[in-house]
């Protein structure tokens, strides 16, 4: 399994401009059932990511695309009537497939935002009072515009809380955008993703999920988690901090981590990296004037006091 998400981890590199934190954190979020929030500029390849990772894990796939007019109705499906049968059949959304895709996530009306939840909480989606389960390896992939706010409703805490990760993918280097300009209906991207093939198994993918709750963690190492699951509480500083939950999703994060460097055990190094990505939907400062760069920096601090 470790050649497997190895071999996976190689060939989706291109489709991230080789920027190997990024797979990472998609693989850590499939692995642990979890959600990733890509908050980035648009055109910079976050739906080609998607498309590619669902083909490189041979999962089908399906696009939102977020407006203000988006129906909860939309994305969930409902129940049909036959006027020939006198009964109702379900016609399932978008919101069933094993990727999905939500682009531009704020710009849905808040009561749309919230059909999400069920399903990326409780992995079922209920439809005129019957729950149907969503597959069991499902996961959401969900962008917004970082820097755009008119037409745009903030996703509320509880639902950023529902993403393990945020992060972005960011403009490639400038070699790449060379290619990029020189052939832009022939780039290398392009190009790959005709050719993808899936690179691991449903049966590999769900075992995978269950050795992860067997990865071990000392109890040194998660005392120190729970201190610093504290120090973001801080009403003094924070307006609001890790949740239950949060503490719960961490700890499957880093023993993923743990998993796909080859180790049975979580050591201090494994949260380093996915520490940033996992606090910064989650935390936020008081004071207004402190830059998201100073409260990584302040973040980075306190991981690096905790676990030297």
Known sequence: MIAST?????????FAFQKKEVIRLLLIAL???????????????????????????????????????????DIVGGEIFDPHTHTFSLRKGPLFAEVVLIDEINRMHPKTQSAFLEA??????????????LPKIHLVIATQNPIEYDGTYNLPEAQRDRFLFSMAIGIPPEEIQKKIFCN???SDVIKNLGTLSSFISSEEILEIQENILHIHCDPDIAQ?????????????????????RSISLLSLAIRANAFLEGRDFVIPEDGKDLIIPFCQHRIENINESISTVQMHQSILEKFKELFG
Do not use: C
């Open 6 to 14: 190895s071999n996976l981890e190689n060939a989706l590199l291109p």
């Open 31 to 73: 692995f642990t059932r979890g959600h990733l929030l890509l908050e980035d500029l648009p055109g910079v390849g976050k739906t080609t990511l998607s498309k590619a990772f669902a083909k490189a894990i041979g999962r089908n796939f399906s696009r939102i695309q977020g407006t203000s007019d988006t129906l909860p109705q």
């Open 120 to 133: 990326m909480e409780e992995r079922q989606i209920s439809i005129g009072g019957k729950a149907y389960p």
């Open 184 to 186: 832009p209906l022939d």
């Open 224 to 244: 120190k988690y729970i201190l610093f699951a504290e120090w973001t509480r801080n009403p003094h500083v924070f307006r609001y901090g890790l949740s239950l």
